[in-house]
């Protein structure tokens, strides 16, 4: 009976997270992602929403996956299925941290184009 409670917890969620991504993918909604909600009203300005629309997407898309073959898991009790559902989540982080990655490089660089003048010293 408590494998039924998760199954329908992990169910639920993925359900939740897939509704998530129908609104992320087309540009509607709340962008969760930390690059996002961390920086300040300047920063979210010159942000390319639609970049991080679109990593939110499909972070939480595999998210979603991950926890729709998590309920499968739970139901059928097949270890392929428990595989997949690593796997996804570790596509999912690696997905995510070369993305981050990638948009602090770009961040840096046009910091650094952005600036004229050298540094004077005092």
Do not use: H, W
């Not at 039924?4 to 169910?11: D, E, K």
């Not at 997949?84 to 570790?90: F, R």
């Amino acid at each position: 009976m408590s494998d039924m409670i998760f199954a329908l917890i992990t169910g639920v969620l993925s359900v939740v997270l897939y509704i998530y991504v129908s609104f992320a993918a087309r540009g509607k909604g709340p962008i969760l992602s930390n690059t996002y909600l961390f920086s300040t009203k300047e920063e979210r300005k010159k942000m390319d929403l639609k970049a991080e629309y679109r990593l939110a997407t499909v972070v939480y898309s595999l998210v979603a996956t991950a926890f729709a073959l998590l309920t499968v898991f739970i139901i059928c009790e097949k270890d392929l299925v428990l595989f997949l559902a690593v796997a996804v989540l570790a596509a999912a982080l690696v997905y995510a941290v070369r993305e981050s990655a990638q948009t602090v490089k770009t961040e840096n660089t046009e910091r650094i184009s952005q600036t004229q003048n050298p540094r004077k010293r005092k």
